[in-house]
Nanobody
């Protein structure tokens, strides 16, 4: 089992930045890929970014390319999502996940509880 805890969400003005963190505990010896998803009110949970187990490969959804950066520090069992040039449409609950490489929720076995990101216009 892997437990994931997100932090770093909050309220920010459009154009601002936030950095989300996701700390893993439990069975962290397994080489899980790590992803970030988000869910806005009334919408389905959608893929944001993924990073492979050693940090050498990343992939982003088109809407965040050039603005968001995913990274990981395996010594700290933590994954980060640096979000710059935030837009009101980025407002959502952000979830981190651990599992296989992929862009759907089915690719991941473990999920955090989510952290709220609100971008005001």
């Amino acid at each position: 089992q892997v437990q994931l805890v997100e932090s770093g969400g909050g309220l920010v003005q459009a154009g601002g930045s936030l950095r989300l963190s996701c700390a893993a505990s439990g069975r962290t010896d397994t080489r899980y890929n790590r992803g970030w998803f988000r869910q806005a009110p009334g919408k389905e949970r959608e893929f944001v970014a993924v990073i492979n187990w050693n940090g050498e490969n990343t992939y982003y959804t088109d809407s965040v390319k050039g603005r968001f950066t995913i990274s990981r520090d395996n010594a700290k069992n933590t994954v980060y999502l640096q979000m710059n040039s935030l837009k009101p449409e980025d407002t959502a609950v952000y979830y981190c996940a651990a599992g296989n490489w992929g862009t759907t929720t089915r690719d991941y076995s473990y999920w955090g509880q989510g952290t709220q990101v609100t971008v005001s216009s």
